[in-house]
């Protein structure tokens, strides 16, 4: 047992290092033209802009400590906004399950941040229970489109999205999990009407798309029909076993520590408060002991050895840390965390804090609820199997 | 980065697994607990043969030359088996006091019989008032001739009453909470002035109040330097929480084990317990607690080991979590049990005694999280 990195880890987060500083963002460049500029030094890297992508897709083919060494830095560096839709959820699913021709027509502009993809899963009465989901795909006669009409819910983004990848229901035979198909489909056409749904924290971040009588050519299923539940799911656990955000959330904390420092209280400030001190201690110990348990799961990912029961647990974790991150924040505003938005009152850092952390309280319900994650641990991991009713 | 253990110490792993497994029967360890000495002398010999008292004592000495991680493997083994024998106190405590801080030839003529089991040793660090504070000492050691004259009472000693000798610490100068003028010495358990008065704990071990009156050592028996023995004090601390977090670790297996194994039998409104939500749901947060506590310990255990700068944090942060969640997976286990969780019978109430001791000893939950806030 160690905790060193090897020296070929410590050239590599060297080389990193450099990376992120010497392409930073300079004050007054335009963003833009930055952003895709950075893509495409981090692609003549050999596949950093693409890092969790297997070499056969053009990755970079790391190891799992260099993965980490990766998320760490770039925690704490400034680096271009992304999306995960197209590039870490629909990317790995077509590289598994697409044919030939769909990898060539959509993995390159997804590699090259030229199209943005929203997923389309939820449905107003298939949440948690994914599987019930009632869109309807119809097979035309002669074998050639699919004629899709449905409503889809807290789809992110769909209002800037020029895709959608959509799991939609073509037979109602069998078990809810059979009949389900993945199909690709296109945003900006007659037939899909995408609306904005306001969260808590008061911004138009998710929509509910209603599609009604939309032509699918079949070149655009997925896989075989009937079966993409399989590759959905598959994408799932995939996401479950991934890095749970502790690195941003170490940062998070890190400033966190150094703005309540700034927030006067009495002769002193808020980090002299005991109970808010003390907050913050329990804070990090729980940061210090999932860093650990995410270490531990990469450590046997590295051996090839299929995730321990530890990595089950890192979703659950990762997303109250950081919505405590977001509390605790709050609780740093004061008197001004009641201002509504990011009015210019009180500290700068605590400003929109509140949205931020009403926002947060999204994190344990999507992409598995931590019940349902609760669910599948007891399941899958401490093997309890539901008894006979008598 | 590399949390496997080598195969020298999968070896170590089998043979204590396997020596729990057909010596620690709850029923043969509840009549252990009630002999006078309260473990067994037989056992104590099979670790003497198996190396296990010499694990992390150097082989100048005779010992192994192990490290905390080998005492963390026999340590969790231990925890799952609520094991009696005083190794904790002996070897983990005792034995590093002298490896650490003793004069060569006071190694000499101690480490091989705590090797050969012959020589047994405890630690007394704390005292009536210094609740959780390594440094509160109020038992004096002063100069008289060419050695000492200990006068005061240590408390909650474990296992003195069979140990042969007693590492106490004392002042020597400074006020009574001051890190600098503390002195650590070895006492020989049946010297003149030495009081030793025996109880149970709740766990069915052995501890005792020691009163020292006009008790003589001599210059020899001084432990670490004059004045100077914090730092020993605390590097004999750390060990025993690393090593009482590994216990803890293995005693939390067992307890949400068993829990999950009893609701899968137990049938109540025709269905099995396991069948409910809210049990199955705090099943699995005994079990991520389980996980995170581990963690934490291999996070602490590894830092201690290569002198990270992080470690002294780390410790506190483990000896925080252990004593938290120790309490929460217990009290659960109880529960989840329904009444056969508060009877002797069951093995689990005994695993849930374990952990709240464990969080009494060398600071609770509270303490740590202070230190670690501080």
Redesign the interface.
């Known amino acids: 047992?160690?905790?060193?990195?090897?020296s070929d880890?410590l050239a590599f987060q060297q080389e990193v290092r450099e990376f992120l500083a010497t392409n930073a963002y300079k004050h007054g460049a335009d963003y833009a033209q930055w952003r895709l500029n950075w893509f495409k030094l981090a692609r003549e890297k050999g596949g950093w802009d693409v890092t969790k992508w297997p070499e056969a897709f053009g990755g970079p083919g790391w190891s799992p400590?260099q993965h980490y060494i990766w998320e760490q830095e770039t925690a704490i560096a400034q680096t271009p906004w992304d999306l995960p839709f197209g590039l870490s959820m629909l990317a790995p699913v077509l590289m598994s399950h697409g044919n030939e021709e769909q990898q060539n027509r959509f993995l390159p502009d997804i590699r090259d941040r030229k199209v943005n993809w929203c997923q389309g899963y939820s449905e107003p009465n298939a949440g948690s229970d994914l599987a019930n989901l009632k869109t309807k795909a119809v097979l035309s006669e002669d074998g050639s489109h699919y004629t899709v009409t449905g409503t889809k819910i807290w789809t992110t983004l769909a209002h800037i999205a020029d895709w959608i990848f959509c799991l939609t229901r073509t037979s109602d035979s069998g078990k809810k999990q059979e009949g389900i198909t993945f199909l690709l489909i296109p945003m900006k056409q007659a037939g899909i009407e995408v609306k904005p749904i306001i969260t808590l924290g008061g911004s138009h971040t998710v929509n509910m798309v209603h599609l009604t009588d939309v032509k699918v050519p079949v070149e655009n299923r997925v896989g075989e029909e009937g079966k993409g539940w399989g590759y959905a799911k598959g994408l799932l656990a995939h996401e479950r076993t991934g890095l749970a955000g502790i690195s941003k959330s170490l940062a998070a904390l890190e400033n966190l520590r150094k703005q309540a420092n700034e927030v006067k209280r009495g002769n002193g400030t808020l980090l002299d408060d005991p109970s808010y001190?003390?907050k913050?201690?329990?804070l990090?110990?729980?940061l210090?002991?999932?860093?650990?348990?995410e270490?531990?799961s990469l450590?046997?990912a590295a051996?090839g050895a299929e995730p321990g029961?530890?990595s089950s647990?890192l979703k659950?974790?990762g997303t109250e840390i950081q919505q405590r991150i977001q509390k605790l924040t709050v609780e740093a505003g004061g008197i001004y965390s009641a201002a509504w938005g990011a009015m210019p009152v009180g500290h700068m850092f605590a400003r929109g804090g509140m949205s931020g952390y009403l926002s947060s309280r999204a994190y344990t319900i999507y992409g598995g609820a931590s019940?349902v994650q609760?669910?599948v641990?007891?399941k899958n991991?401490?093997?309890?199997?539901?008894?006979q009713?008598? | 980065m590399n949390f496997d253990i080598s195969s020298e110490q999968q070896i170590l792993k089998d043979s204590v697994d396997r020596f729990v497994q057909d010596h620690y029967e709850l029923d043969k360890r509840q009549l252990l607990v009630l002999t006078e000495q309260g473990f067994s002398n037989e056992n104590w010999q099979t670790m003497a043969e198996l190396g296990w008292l010499g694990v992390s004592i150097p082989e100048a000495h005779g010992g192994f030359g192990g490290n905390q991680i080998d005492t963390m493997i026999l340590m969790e083994a231990f925890g799952k088996g609520l094991v009696l024998e005083p190794f904790f106190a002996s070897t983990v405590l005792g034995a590093k006091a002298i490896a650490d801080g003793g004069n060569e030839e006071l190694k000499t003529q101690m480490l091989p019989g705590v090797v050969d089991g012959s020589r047994q040793l405890t630690f007394a660090y704390a005292e009536p008032q210094s609740r959780f504070d390594l440094e509160d000492i109020v038992t004096r050691a002063q100069e008289d001739g060419d050695g000492y004259i200990i006068n005061g009472h240590k408390s909650m000693v474990l296992h003195a009453a069979s140990a042969h000798q007693i590492v106490v610490s004392t002042r020597t100068s400074g006020g009574q909470a001051d890190q600098a003028g503390i002195s650590l010495f070895l006492v020989d358990a049946d010297a003149d002035g030495v009081e030793i008065t025996s109880f149970p704990t709740v766990d069915g071990q052995q501890a005792a109040e020691i009163k020292l009156e006009g008790v003589k050592v001599s210059n020899s028996k001084l432990l670490g330097e004059l004045g100077g023995g914090y730092n020993l004090l605390n590097a004999v601390a750390t060990d025993g929480i690393l090593a009482l977090a590994a216990e803890a670790v293995g005693a939390m297996e067992i307890l949400y084990k068993d829990t999950v194994a009893y609701t899968q039998e137990r049938e109540q409104f025709d269905h099995s317990l396991s069948d409910f939500q809210v049990l199955q749901h705090r099943m699995v947060d005994m079990f991520m607690e389980y996980e995170q506590c581990k963690s934490l310990l291999y996070r602490a255990t590894l830092e201690v080991v290569q002198n990270a700068g992080g470690a002294q944090r780390s410790v506190h942060a483990l000896k925080y979590y252990i004593g938290k969640m120790g309490t929460f997976i217990g009290e659960n286990a109880v529960q989840l049990h329904g009444g056969m969780g508060v009877t002797e019978e069951l093995r689990i109430g005994h695993y849930f005694k374990r952990l709240l001791v464990i969080d009494a000893q060398f600071g609770n939950s509270d303490h740590h999280l202070a230190l670690f806030a501080a």
Request: charged share 35%.
């Open positions: 047992m160690d905790i060193d990195l090897s880890d400590t001190r003390a913050l201690a329990e990090e110990i729980d210090l002991a999932t860093e650990f348990t270490l531990r450590a046997s051996n029961p530890e647990i659950l974790k019940e609760r669910d641990i007891a991991v401490l093997g309890i199997k539901r008894s009713t008598k």
